[in-house]
T-cell receptor, first 118, second 111 residues
Framework: GAVVSQHPSRVICKSGTSVKIECRSL??????MFWYRQFPKKSLMLMAT?????????EQGVEKDKFLINHASLTLSTLTVTSAHPEDSSFYIC??????????????FGPGTRLTVL | QKEVEQNSGPLSVPEGAIASLNCTYS??????FFWYRQYSGKSPELIMS????GDKEDGRFTAQLNKASQYVSLLIRDSQPSDSATYLC???????????FGSGTRLSIRP
């Protein structure tokens, strides 16, 4: 299957700082990437859909000024958590959609980034 | 009504038995269906995708799709303790690009 990487895998930061998470599709081009958040023992929650070359589409209740998304190329999307607070501590997972002709149009997940805000 | 519904479990199955996981969806026009497995503390990994009615087999896994009943299931044969995880059913509705996930079924295989 296709490979999606995320960096960093784990980050601990102080309250008020900003944290950038990178998501890369390693062996396919992804015009669309997705950002999820997951709290312990809870379901995946879609935060936003990231489209290459255009503005991200945020889900209801997700602050776009708080969670900045940039999808500058067909293989890279970034999520920046601005002015992080302890309640932002969570497991952030990106996903990329393989949309090449002839592919199964499947969504593959990165390994996730565990953010802890002190 | 939730768009994708799953029983949260936990579903406990003895080792070596068949585990049956079920999922229903609300959008009748949906075309793409997926099963993901998620171990605790890890991200989801794709197990199966299915697009047409009937069964699709891959090793110990069989996905079953019935569009008339809006029902998709995953069977795991010869269940192993390593199959213990949360299984997420996902559906791509006809009119959207994003996949809708169910809340997941927690499966526990007891030795």
């Amino acid at each position: 299957g296709a490979v999606v990487s995320q960096h960093p895998s784990r980050v601990i930061c102080k309250s008020g700082t900003s944290v950038k998470i990178e998501c890369r599709s390693l062996d396919f081009q992804a015009t669309t990437m997705f950002w999820y958040r997951q709290f312990p023992k809870k379901s995946l929650m879609l935060m936003a859909t990231s489209n290459e070359g255009s503005k991200a589409t945020y889900e209801q209740g997700v602050e776009k000024d708080k969670f900045l998304i940039n999808h500058a190329s067909l293989t890279l999307s970034t999520l920046t958590v601005t002015s992080a607070h302890p309640e932002d501590s969570s497991f952030y997972i990106c996903s990329a959609r393989d949309q090449l002709a002839g592919s199964t149009d499947t969504q593959y997940f990165g390994p996730g980034t565990r953010l802890t805000v002190l | 009504q939730k768009e994708v519904e799953q029983n949260s479990g936990p579903l406990s199955v003895p080792e070596g038995a068949i585990a049956s996981l079920n999922c229903t969806y609300s959008d009748r026009g949906s075309q793409s269906f997926f099963w993901y497995r998620q171990y605790s503390g890890k991200s989801p990994e794709l197990i199966m995708s299915i697009y047409s009615n009937g069964d699709k087999e891959d090793g110990r896994f069989t996905a079953q799709l019935n569009k008339a009943s809006q029902y998709v299931s995953l069977l795991i044969r010869d269940s192993q303790p390593s199959d213990s995880a949360t299984y997420l059913c996902a559906v791509r509705p006809s009119s959207a690009s994003k996949i809708i996930f169910g809340s997941g079924t927690r499966l526990s295989i007891r030795p």
